[in-house]
């Protein structure tokens, strides 16, 4: 029988017999998926490149069937790559870019003196009240670290202030330690009456006369920088009366001298009113 004994469309699948019909009998673009069996396709059946993503069901293609090498960075989407990704101890210093690294990503204690670059640590980097003697190196603290008045007698090792750190005249009575300053230290011919004490004149009036052997006492009023307890030396006039003498001078008060005024001689003298110098000692 031949084909043109059979009218079109009368052939059914029951009439054909096993593997009667051969790729030359398809007609272009008659097998569909519907004619496919499942699991019909193999690998050596696809032509090459004719596999794209449409025809890639959402996560058809595992790891094992990616070729090593050909996922780049243009395969992969932004934020694809998880910590989880990265493998331990692959990232090195140039996959960084510049300033990426934020304090955040650094573990406590990370950054130690050799991870630090010359100079990268300004006074804003360190905290207040956190450097301490043992953080110093010898010698580093000039006097322009140090602010005015902070130095204090007990930061001064002994025997550190030698005269040239001693500004001229600088030191007062006041910093002497008693019986500090003893000949030695004092310039020949150096010292006047107010080095020894408080000099000044005083009028003395013994009245118009003193008998033989007779003394007479007085109390007068001097400058204030005159105390209690101190010791007076009086200086008499030049024309004090011949055989008058004065004994036992000193300050009962703040202010005031005990003076004895006495006629050692055996005639009675006639006397007046005096201008004394004295020097009282403290």
């Known amino acids: 029988m031949t084909t043109d004994k059979i009218k079109d469309g009368e052939v059914g699948t029951t009439d054909l017999g096993a593997r009667a019909v051969g790729s030359g009998q398809l007609k272009s ?5 519907t004619e496919l069996a499942d699991n019909a396709v193999k690998a050596g059946k696809i032509a090459a490149g004719v596999v794209g993503t449409t025809e890639l069901a959402n996560n058809a293609v595992k790891a094992g ?22 493998a331990s ?20 204690g990370a950054v130690t003196t050799d991870k630090l670059g010359d100079g990268s640590v300004t006074g804003a980097k360190i905290s207040d009240g956190s450097i301490e003697r043992a953080d110093l190196g010898s ?5 322009r670290s140090i ?3 902070q130095v204090l007698k007990d930061d001064l090792a002994d025997n550190a202030v030698d005269s040239q750190k001693i500004e001229d005249g600088a030191i007062a009575r006041a910093d002497y330690a008693p019986q500090s300053v003893d000949g030695a230290a004092v310039k020949d ?5 107010f080095d020894l004490g408080y000099p000044d004149t005083v009028v003395i009036d013994p009245g118009p006369s003193l008998g033989v052997g007779t003394c007479v006492e007085r109390t007068p009023s001097v400058d204030s920088s005159v105390k209690a307890g101190d010791r007076v030396v009086l200086s008499p006039p030049s024309n004090l009366e011949e055989g ?34 004295y020097l009282a000692v403290h």
């Open 29 to 33: 673009g008659a097998v569909t998926d």
């Open 139 to 143: 010698d580093v603290v000039t006097s």
């Open 89 to 108: 101890g692959t990232l090195v210093e140039s996959l960084f870019a510049s300033g990426s690294v934020s304090s955040r990503a650094l573990a406590g």
């Open 189 to 193: 011919n150096s010292l006047t009456a």
């Open 244 to 277: 008058l003498m004065a004994q036992a001078s000193y300050a009962p008060a703040d202010g005031q001298l005990f003076v004895r005024l006495c006629n050692v001689t055996t005639t009675p003298q006639p006397t007046s009113a005096r201008l004394w110098k």
């Open 65 to 86: 069937k990616i070729a090593e090498g050909v996922v780049g960075t243009t395969e992969l989407a932004d934020g694809a790559v998880t910590g989880l990704k990265i």
């Open 147 to 149: 602010l005015n008045g």
